[in-house]
């Protein structure tokens, strides 16, 4: 049997995947059956794109339901005493600086199924996530992107 992976929440990540999973099961769910009770009463399903759009809505709901169950199994919730302030860490606040520009950033590091750019949350898992964890101030890391290598220093670390 395959073990499955720990996924550290925030308090906020865990009511946000709680809330979507009650209204994929309560509110999608039966939007998604009424669809395709409709389709069924037009007629010929074999030839009814109506019917096939439902079914396929149905199939990414119900995918994403078990997504959602499997990763709320696993989840514990992040506490204070989790996020470090010596080292970049889950949870960690960090200003990094972009050496070329001098722009500086200010993002969150979180898991995977947390992250989110436009909210300055970021995946452990990304290309700056994976080089700035247990990491220091001051370290300065390099970053793969498709425009070639960036260069951050991570300035400020917070919780």
């Not at 999608?28 to 096939?52: H, L, P, T, W």
């Not at 997504?67 to 990094?96: P, Q």
């Amino acid at each position: 049997m395959i073990e499955e992976k720990e996924v550290l929440l925030t308090k906020e990540g865990l009511l946000k995947l709680e809330t979507e999973l009650e209204h994929l099961k309560s509110v999608k769910r039966e939007e998604v059956a009424e669809r395709i009770k409709q389709a069924i009463a037009f007629g010929d399903i074999s030839e009814n794109s109506e019917y096939e759009d439902a079914k396929n809505e149905q199939a990414f709901i119900e995918g994403r339901i078990i997504n959602l169950e499997k990763t709320l199994k696993n989840a514990r919730l992040m506490e204070e005493s989790d996020i470090r302030t010596d080292i970049v860490s889950l949870g960690s606040k960090v200003t990094l600086q972009e050496m070329k520009s001098g722009r500086e950033i200010v993002v969150t590091l979180v898991s995977t199924v947390e992250s989110k750019l436009k909210d300055g949350k970021i995946s452990d898992e990304s290309p700056v996530g994976k080089a700035i964890m247990a990491q220091e101030v001051g370290t300065v890391v390099d970053v793969e992107a498709p425009a070639g290598t960036m260069q951050y220093c991570i300035r400020k670390l917070e919780k």
